[in-house]
């Protein structure tokens, strides 16, 4: 039988992949602890320089500036301020720079070793150098364990996704993928409540880091995904993985026998990479198409943030406002990307035109309205609302529009764009010099043709998913797609 009718068979949500999702899913608050850890830690409070003139070593600043005594950070203890200041940034530009490379090296060796291996490699690195950021002795160790943290952080989490995909049917794709992004927003709010109990940075990088290590003695209970296992040509070791989750969802008694599949990578032939999609003209255009989208959501989800300017008031509802307020923009993606009429495609292109038309419309709005409804403070919020949306949609619909074996390495490459997006939006607003409007037109610009750009990628709801890059030219393949697309135009 073919993998899609085995998760039929052993049940394609049942119990022990519900089980193994929620483990997975509840990792993203780890992740999200990481992610967002340098916006507490890296705060500036309030300070007094008791003298006119600046001291330029470290040691005469440390006799003349008086820090505010609500929290400490490695602003005030490695006192990164003024000509220093820049080092808070570089931190976690280096973190950022980081996720990139990890987003480049963990995809293609995860489609080639195993996601197993690779996600569990990740994992183990990951803690380690957390716990070297919280007891870093220098501001230096501090900054390079921090590059290393978003190696493995970065790439962990994206083989994290990819098994949360693989462990059910594909059904349940949309469903998986939306959990693990709403569980890193709530993430990011859970990691504000703790910087609110614990002020000693230190102490709140080790409580931050710590979950890590529970995640990692339980993720050693994960099975290998049998998708990565089907697409090897190692059937047996993927009806093994099958049937125990059919033991695990109540079903004893079935078999699970595989065909072989057609375009299975074999031992002696090079495992499929990043090469694969460029040399596929389909892969080629869809790679293209995607890792521009990718950048665009990250430019204008950041860039928005940072070109509202600071919210003002509390340190820590600020950043729990800033995670809580992707939430609606999940089950909103829900509702749509299920539906016939709407799609995994139109539901990206409307919530990136939605966001490109959000940034335009402030340009004809009058500065300091004193109103909030048409404040920079809503724009940010409901730009991060719709990106959020886009951002959602589009990992589940990457996951779906590449073949099995290179699922990683596109994945991969589309999240190394968006890093880069990431990286770039700081200096967005910084344009400000050119023109007041300058910043919202780039982003309303790039917001608008990321979404038109969607419209040249095919649709993948009710789609057949492919394993190998083959089966998106077999002849087979294409019928099961043009039957499944008859059914369901019959059904709507």
């Not at 943290?149 to 059904?171: A, D, H, P, R």
């Not at 074999?266 to 990043?274: I, L, M, Q, R, T």
Request: net charge positive; aromatic share 14%; with cysteine.
């Amino acid at each position: 039988m073919e993998l899609d009718e085995a998760f039929g068979l052993v049940g394609e949500f049942g119990p022990r992949q519900r089980r193994l999702t929620a483990f997975l899913v509840l990792l993203q608050v780890f992740v999200a602890f990481q992610s967002m850890l340098i916006l507490i830690v890296g705060a500036v409070p309030e300070y007094h320089i008791d003298q006119e003139e600046i001291p330029t070593s470290k040691e005469a600043l440390a006799k003349h500036i008086k820090f505010a005594n609500n929290f400490t950070s490695i602003v005030t203890e490695w006192y990164l301020i003024k000509h220093e200041a820049y080092k808070v940034s570089l931190a976690s530009s280096l973190y950022f720079a980081g996720l990139l490379i990890g987003n480049i090296m963990f995809g293609p060796l995860s489609d080639r070793l195993g996601r197993k291996p690779v996600y569990m490699s990740g994992l183990f690195f990951d803690v380690i150098f957390g716990y070297i950021s919280a007891f870093a002795p220098s501001y230096e160790i501090f900054a390079i364990s921090r590059f290393f943290v978003g190696i493995t952080n970065g790439g962990m989490s994206l083989v994290s996704f990819v098994l949360t995909q693989e462990y059910v049917g594909k059904s349940f794709w949309a469903l998986t993928g939306s959990l693990t992004n709403v569980t890193f927003a709530v993430g990011i709010a859970v990691y504000a409540l703790l910087g609110y109990c614990i002020r000693e940075w230190r102490f709140l990088a080790f409580v931050s880091n710590s979950p890590g290590l529970f995640f990692l003695l339980l993720s050693f209970m994960l099975p290998e995904s049998p998708r990565w296992l089907y697409s090897q040509g190692r059937s047996a070791e993927a009806e093994k993985v099958l049937l125990s989750i059919a033991l695990g969802n109540g079903k004893e008694r079935i078999a699970v026998k595989l065909k072989q599949c057609a375009g299975a990578v074999k031992k002696d032939n090079s495992a499929s990479s990043v090469l694969n999609l460029v040399q596929h003209p389909v892969l080629r255009w869809r790679t293209v198409i995607l890792m521009y989208i990718w950048y665009v959501c990250s430019l204008v989800y950041y860039g928005l943030t940072l070109n509202a300017g600071e919210l003002g008031g509390n340190l820590y509802l600020n950043v729990a406002l800033y995670g809580l307020v992707e939430i609606p923009a999940f089950p909103l993606c829900m509702f749509f990307i299920e539906k016939p009429w709407s799609g995994r495609r139109k539901s990206t292109t409307a919530f990136l035109i939605f966001a490109g038309f959000a940034c335009i419309f402030t340009i004809f709005l009058p500065e300091n309205t004193g109103e909030f409804f048409f404040s920079p403070t809503l724009l940010a919020l409901y730009g991060k609302f719709t990106v959020s949306a886009a951002f959602n949609i589009i990992y589940i619909y990457t996951s779906e529009l590449y073949p099995t074996v290179v699922r990683n390495a596109g994945l991969g490459v589309c999240s190394m764009t968006c890093r880069l997006g990431g990286i770039l939006a700081p200096f967005v607003p910084s344009m400000k010099s050119l023109g007041p409007s300058v910043p919202f037109m780039i982003f309303g610009i790039t917001g608008l043709s990321a979404g038109f750009l969607t419209l040249l990628l095919p649709e993948t709801l009710n789609r057949p998913i492919a394993e190998t890059i083959e089966d998106l030219q077999t002849p087979t393949y294409q019928i099961l797609k043009n039957k499944k697309v008859n059914q369901l135009e019959e059904n709507s």
